[in-house]
Structures are given as C-alpha cells and as structure tokens.
C-alpha cells in the first residue's frame, strides 16, 4: 500500500504529460520533424524494438565497464589522496577545474588513437567522466572523521592503513554513493554522446543521429527514450547497490 | 600494586607561542589496583587533558606517566588499558557484537575467540539480545553499555573514562553507575573516571580526586569510604557527609588562601555551600 502511494503520484503526473504532449501535437498540428507524437515514438520503439535493445546493451556495456573503471579508480586515488594532505589540497582544484572541461570533446581524439572497431575509446570518456564526482566526493568522505573515532583508533595504537579500511572508508561510503548516483547517470549520458563523434557505431548515440540524418525523427526519439531507460536503470542499479553496500542504514526504519 | 603512577606531569599547549596555555602543572597521582578513582574540577580543570595523558593520546611537556609498570607509549601499543567517551563513539556499520570486538581484530585474535569474548562482555553489559542490533537501533544508555563492553574487551587492568554518562537522563546515569561499579569489581579492573558530577563520584569512588584551573593541577584528594555500594548508599549520611566534603574541597579551589582549612568558619562554609546547590 505504502509502495503504491509512492509510485502512483508520478504515475499518475507521467501519463497525464504524455496525454498532453499528444493533444498538443495533434490540436496543434505540430509538425513530426519538430516534435512528434508519443503514440507515434512509442509505435517507432515497438517496430524497432530489437535494434533499441540491441543498441542499448552495447551502450550500456561501455558506460557500464567505463563507469566500474572511473569510480574504482576514484576511489584507490581519494584514499591515497586522503593519506597525503598536500596531495588532497593540490587535487581537489584540479578536479573541479578538470571537470569543467567537456570531457566528451576528448571523444574524437581518443578515436583516433584506437582502431575504429574499438570500444575503448567511449569506456575511457566513460570512466573520465565518471571519474570525478566519485573522487570529489569520496576525498570529502575520508576526510571526515569523528574525533572520537580517531582518538579510539590512536588508543589501539591502529596503523595509518588500518584506520583507513577499518574506519575512513565505511565511514565515507554514503559519500562514495552520492559521487556513484552523480556518475551513474553521467556515465550513460557520456557513452551515448561520445558515439556522436566517430568510432565503432553500434550504440545508442550513433543510431539517434543516423535516424536524425534520415529525418526519421520518431525512431530517434525511440533511440532517445531508449537512452533514458538505460540512464534510469543506471540510476537504479546504484541505489539498490547503496542499500546491500550499507545494510545499517536501511535497517533503520525497520 | 599500582596500575597508574603519574609524577611530576605538567602539560603546556602550544609552548612558546603567543596563545600558550599552561593545561596541568606538576600533577602527582598513583591508583592502586582495583582502585575507582574520580577526577572532579571545574571546566578547564585539565581533567580530560591529565586521562588523555595517561591513555597517551597526548605527550606530557615534562614529567612520566607509568601505566601497570610500563612507559604510557608502551602501555598504549600493548592495549593495556580501555578507554570510553562522553559520546559512544560506536561504528554504524558495525553490528553491536562486531564493535566490541573491534579491540580484539586489532591485536589479531581469531574470529571464534573475538565473537566468545565479546558476547561474554555483551552478557556483562546486559545487552546480549542486541549483538545483532546496529548502534543507531540503540538508545543512547544502551550505546553507552557498548562503547563500556568495547573497552572492556581486551580485558584491560585499566579502564579510562571521560565523562561517559554526561549525555544521560538521570535515571539512565544512576542505573549505568550501579552497572558500572559491579562491572569494575568482578574484573577487577581499575578506573580512572572524570566527571563533573559530585554525587557522581563519590558513589563510584574511593577517591576523588579533586583539581582546579589555570594552571589545572591537583588540589585535594578526598578519601571515600562508603563500602558496598547499593541504591540506599545514596540516601546514606556517609554519602552526604562525602559529596559535603567534596564540594567543600572545590570550593576551597578558590578560597585556600584565604581561609585556613579545619578554622571555625567551616560550619559556616557548609552550611553556605548547601545553599549554594
């Protein structure tokens, strides 16, 4: 019951939109190339629904292996970096900086330097782009500390390493998942648009845009609603991840 | 045997500088084994400076602190005491059983020898139902019991405190110090306690030991003979005649120079620091 009134509320608002958008297009005569119908998006997605699944499950392959390698490299470079202060000081900046740079513009330059059927250059944007919201935020993590905590650890005389597995990092751990929320939708929408710009064309991005060319709009949108299924399932993913990796929070309510 | 001997401590923060403060100075104090020792005093007293001296989170300025007969460095690596906070200071993400056998995976005992020993300190606090249970499903008494199990759990010859009931209801307190006291006399432990509270220590105590600020140093010890303690020891006239003494001895922090201790004024003193409560 309870799990029903929190899904209908958006339910509910969802389809009402979708509604809408039809009656706009159809009262409005709307033409199909500036915004096509849902029924006829929906009906694009159902003919082409094997090639949508096809084209998803290789662009969630890439987000998915780029987002494990970013946010595992994240993580091993926050703990060194919260080990060193000055290392911790120096990055932090340099992340923030480095992450206002379109990381996806990397997408034509990394093409090159692999062969044109690889799939590593999108997995490396991927784990760029996924790289630094987990590093920012799992550093912040590690380097909260509760005083009491560190005078306890120093009591038993625990070695820097120790403090760090034992303490730091389960402490930092809803920290590392706020980074791990951050780049899960990130990665998806980096391993999509990074097909925009050349390499192997058999994700989700490449058929948008050869669908665009063909001025087949309501199968790039099908490819679109695909995308946004994969980012959500993404999303999810994590936050099902959250409550096994930390069992004492949702314990809580109970 | 003495499990605790402090002499000659003094203890300056931030020495040469500008904002130099001068926490302790020249602080004596020996526990004997099995001895329950309260530090009382006012803020800045150096209370919680002199037990963090002795657990050697803090290095004296001058002087030595002896912990069950070794150098307090020495005495820290081999875990030779427990120590417990105003705050619990328990790990959310550790079961209840699992944080007190924390202690014990630090000094690499086996997992079927850490889970024995920390149930038998979990019966010891009454919490053995909880061992599952995280901190956060516990109140406040309850994680309090725990961070005491914890320090309890390498079975040291000496346990540090640091206000550890401050944060609780009166009933909670009054209920954790009878647990208390019974813990500490079947292991055998030694205490040393700090707290603010006078009928705190002196129903845990056999000495009191009493200090003063600026430079925090020890002004008094008042000797507490209550024998067994139980719930009517706290309606007792011995308790009151010792908390009288206590407070008096406090008071005295500020007025030794001038009033002569044991002249006729003390009937007046009392009777003018009962009011004063």
Redesign the interface.
């Known amino acids: 019951m309870r799990w029903l009134r929190a899904v209908a509320p958006p339910l509910v608002v969802g389809i009402a939109m979708l509604g809408l958008w039809e009656l706009v297009v159809r009262v409005g005569r709307i033409a199909p190339f500036i915004l096509p119908a849902p029924s006829a998006i929906g009906e694009q997605l159902w003919l082409d629904r094997d090639v949508v699944l096809e084209a998803g499950l290789a662009s969630g392959a890439n987000a998915f292996v780029g987002l494990l390698l970013g946010a595992a490299l994240a993580i091993l470079a926050a703990l060194v970096a919260s080990r060193l202060p000055l290392l911790a000081d120096v990055s932090v900046p340099v992340a923030a900086l480095a992450n206002a740079l379109p990381i996806i513009a990397l997408a034509p330059i990394l093409n090159n330097m692999f062969d044109s059927t690889s799939s590593i250059p999108r997995r490396i944007v991927v784990a760029i782009v996924a790289f630094f919201p987990v590093f920012v935020n799992t550093l912040r993590g590690l380097r909260e500390v509760h005083p009491i905590h560190q005078e306890l650890m120093d009591s038993y005389a625990a070695s820097g390493w120790t403090f760090a597995r034992l303490v730091r990092l389960p402490g930092a751990l809803p920290f590392v998942f706020t980074g791990l929320r951050q780049a899960s939708s990130l990665a998806v929408i980096a391993a999509v648009v990074s097909e925009y710009f050349g390499g192997l064309q058999d994700g989700l991005g490449s058929r948008i845009t050869s669908a665009a060319a063909f001025t087949a709009y309501p199968r790039a949108w099908a490819y679109v609603v695909g995308a946004c299924v994969l980012g959500l399932i993404f999303y999810l993913a994590t936050l099902v991840a959250e409550r096994f990796a930390m069992p004492w929070r949702s314990r809580l309510a109970s | 045997m003495t499990a605790l001997e402090v002499s000659g401590v003094s203890k300056v923060f931030n020495k040469g500088r500008r904002d130099e403060v001068s926490a302790l100075h020249d602080v004596d104090l020996v526990v004997q084994s099995g001895q329950f020792v309260s530090l009382i005093g006012p803020s800045g007293c150096g209370k919680s400076t002199l037990l963090?001296l002795i657990?050697?989170?803090i290095q004296p300025t001058s002087g030595t602190v002896t912990v069950a007969g070794k150098p307090a460095r020495r005495a820290?690596?081999d875990?030779e005491?427990g120590?417990a906070?105003q705050?619990a200071?328990l790990?959310?993400?550790?079961t209840v059983r699992r944080n007190v056998e924390?202690?014990l995976?630090?000094r690499g005992v086996n997992r079927a020898e850490r889970k024995a020993r920390a149930e038998e300190m979990l019966v010891l606090v009454g919490l053995e139902e909880f061992a599952g249970h995280?901190?956060?499903?516990l109140s406040g008494g309850m994680q309090q019991r725990v961070a005491i199990a914890r320090a309890l759990a390498v079975h040291p010859p000496l346990l540090l405190m640091d206000e550890p009931f401050g944060a609780l209801d009166e009933m909670t307190r009054e209920r954790l110090q009878a647990e208390l006291l019974q813990i500490c006399a079947k292991t055998g432990t030694s205490t040393v306690f700090v707290t603010h509270s006078i009928p705190e220590a002196v129903f845990l105590s056999d000495r009191v030991v009493v200090m003063s600020a600026r430079p925090g140093r020890i002004t008094d010890v008042v000797e507490v003979d209550l024998r067994e303690r139980t719930e009517a020891t706290r309606q007792s006239p011995g308790f009151f005649t010792a908390i009288t003494k206590v407070r008096r001895a406090l008071r005295g922090t500020k007025a030794a120079e001038s009033t002569e201790p044991g002249g006729p004024a003390e009937p007046g003193v009392s009777a003018e620091v009962l009011a004063d409560s």
Do not use: T
Not at chain 2, 91 to 94: G, L, Q, S, T
């Open positions: 963090r657990a050697d989170l820290r690596l875990q005491y120590i906070f705050q200071g790990f959310d993400w550790r924390l202690p995976e630090l995280y901190p956060a499903q």
